[in-house]
């Protein structure tokens, strides 16, 4: 299922786990989780993908660590990376610009396997790019993996994969009762049908957020059609049973038409609806370093939203 790479050896299918914690020279043996004990941070999703969910994350942990706290930016799945050769001698690592952004925004020493324990080669939907290279998605394991970064860090940014409600385990590779193995390697039981009565329908990066049981954190790209997205997805958050904690604006397109009355309408509509409160306005930054993107953040309103007093 998981193809294990010899030193040095680029693979031609890449890794769901094991095989990048063999680039990690630094990995830690794998501790036991405790899974009963409550995350704190929050789950960033987004209006679509490519809305600055990445961009904003590191953002938040940024803004975060400049106020003294230890912060760990996760990623549980990725899709899209090319190898990295060392510059000398064998070995070499998976790139992937999502995990790259939030390892170097996190102020906690981790590993990139560590931030994200499930990278995939194929930059396409990630239950596909799974199929792809001949193995699925494990959700064990991207559970256990928030779990174990909880007791290094006051905070855990998680960014969500895609759009809230992206697939990310296919109902067939559920039921097809091959989970044991990387589950007991993640540390944790095997995900069964008992634990979620969703798995009819396949297992998705909503079924996460609500495993996780963060507060969301919502990423309106600026763009037109982003007020019927944004209402969308604050819908689908609720209807899970979640907390929208609050939403940031982020001006993807620097000459959006009226693009103050559309953040006008989603503040009012989220506040009413939601009772999420806007966190901060991001302008078209080029680049959108983590930097830029705190200073535009409201940190009182976000340390509210997380609940870190
Ligand atoms: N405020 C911004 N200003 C300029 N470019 C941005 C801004 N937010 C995001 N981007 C750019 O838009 C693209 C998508 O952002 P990203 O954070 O990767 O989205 P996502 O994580 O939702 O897929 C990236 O190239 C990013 O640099
Ligand atoms: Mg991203």
Redesign the pocket.
């Known amino acids: 299922m998981t193809k294990m790479l010899g030193a040095g050896e680029p693979p031609t299918v890449l890794h769901l786990t094991e095989a990048e914690v063999l680039c990690e020279p630094e990995v830690r043996p794998q501790e036991a989780v405790d899974l009963d004990r409550p995350l704190r941070g929050c789950f960033v999703t987004?209006t679509?993908?490519?809305?600055?969910?990445?961009?904003?994350t590191a953002g938040l942990l940024h803004a975060l660590a400049q106020q003294g706290l230890r912060v760990a930016g996760y990623k549980p799945v990725a899709a899209g990376a090319v190898w990295q050769a060392a510059a000398s001698g064998p070995g070499g690592h998976w790139l992937n610009?999502?995990v790259e952004t939030l390892h170097a925004a996190s102020n906690i020493a981790l590993t990139r396997a560590e931030v994200c324990p499930c990278l995939l080669e194929e930059a396409c939907a990630p239950h596909l790019a799974a199929r792809l290279e001949g193995g699925r998605i494990e959700p064990a394991l991207l559970i256990a993996g928030a779990h174990r970064l909880m007791p290094r860090c006051d905070a855990l940014v998680v960014?969500g994969v895609g759009g809230f409600c992206v697939p990310l385990v296919e109902p067939e590779a559920l039921a097809d009762g091959g989970t044991a193995l990387d589950a007991a390697a993640a540390g944790v039981g095997a995900i069964t049908g008992a634990a979620h009565p969703a798995i009819d329908s396949g297992w998705g990066a909503d079924d996460l957020a609500m495993a996780l049981d963060l507060p969301v954190i919502l990423?309106v790209?600026l763009r037109l059609g982003c007020i019927n997205h944004a209402l969308l997805t604050a819908e689908a958050v609720a209807a899970r049973g979640l907390r929208l904690a609050g939403w940031v604006a982020?001006?993807?397109e620097p000459t959006m038409p009226h693009a103050q009355l559309n953040i006008d309408t989603l503040t009012r509509a989220l506040q009413q609806r939601h009772d999420a409160p806007l966190l901060g306005v991001?302008?078209?930054?080029?680049?959108?370093t983590a930097a830029r993107?705190a200073g535009e953040l409201d940190i009182d309103a976000v340390r509210d939203a997380l609940g870190l007093y």
């Open positions: 987004g679509d993908t490519e809305v600055g969910k990445t961009v904003i610009d999502d960014e990423v790209g982020n001006r993807i991001v302008s078209y930054h080029a680049p959108a993107v």
